[in-house]
């Protein structure tokens, strides 16, 4: 069963490893996990510039991300759209997700990795222009 507006809204802000799916050159998919952050109706995201996700992307600027819990009841959101290169602080991008995906300390720790220019990193975000849930229904 589809999730509400507010349902899909919610899950989206959970801490969830994601799976985010390109074409590759030979017009294969490729699929690989990787960390979101959800705001202002777009999941925001970083890799490096020389992935084979982004190498995708850059031929083909076009993405979809699949959330979904592993646990009952089973929930999913998946979404598709646009990628693009976003200019937001990279820092602050990467000290967001790996607090809520590490903890405090370890988060903070992780993201200094990232304080300064980083010339082979990317920030970059997918805008929805479809979104797809399923939910399990309580019994």
Same mark, same amino acid.
């Given at each position: 069963?589809?999730?509400?507006? !507010?349902?899909?809204? #919610?899950?989206?802000? *959970?801490? *969830? +490893? ?5 074409? =590759?050159?030979?017009? &294969?998919?490729?699929?690989? @996990?990787?960390? /979101? *952050?959800? !705001?202002?109706?777009?999941? /925001?995201? %970083? ?8 190498? &995708?992307?850059?031929?083909? @600027? $076009?993405?979809?991300?699949?959330? =979904?819990?592993?646990?009952? @009841? /089973? ?7 646009? +990628?693009?290169? +976003? =200019?937001?602080?990279? $820092? ?19 993201? !200094? &990795? $990232?304080?300064?220019? *980083?010339?082979?990193?990317?920030? %970059? ?6 979104? +797809?849930?399923?939910? #399990?229904?309580?019994?």
């Amino acid at each position: 069963m589809p999730m509400t507006a !507010e349902h899909i809204e #919610e899950f989206l802000t *959970q801490t *969830q +490893v994601a799976v985010v799916c390109t074409v =590759d050159a030979d017009g &294969n998919p490729r699929s690989a @996990p990787i960390w /979101y *952050q959800w !705001e202002d109706g777009a999941a /925001y995201l %970083f890799t490096g510039r020389g992935t084979l996700k982004w190498r &995708n992307i850059l031929r083909h @600027p $076009y993405a979809s991300l699949c959330l =979904d819990k592993r646990e009952l @009841p /089973y929930e999913s959101v998946m979404i598709d759209g646009p +990628v693009e290169e +976003v =200019d937001k602080p990279l $820092y602050d991008l990467v000290l967001a997700m790996a607090v809520r995906y590490y903890g405090e300390e370890k988060g903070r720790a992780f993201a !200094e &990795n $990232y304080r300064g220019e *980083q010339k082979g990193v990317v920030a %970059f975000k997918i805008v929805p222009k479809r979104i +797809v849930s399923v939910a #399990e229904e309580d019994e």
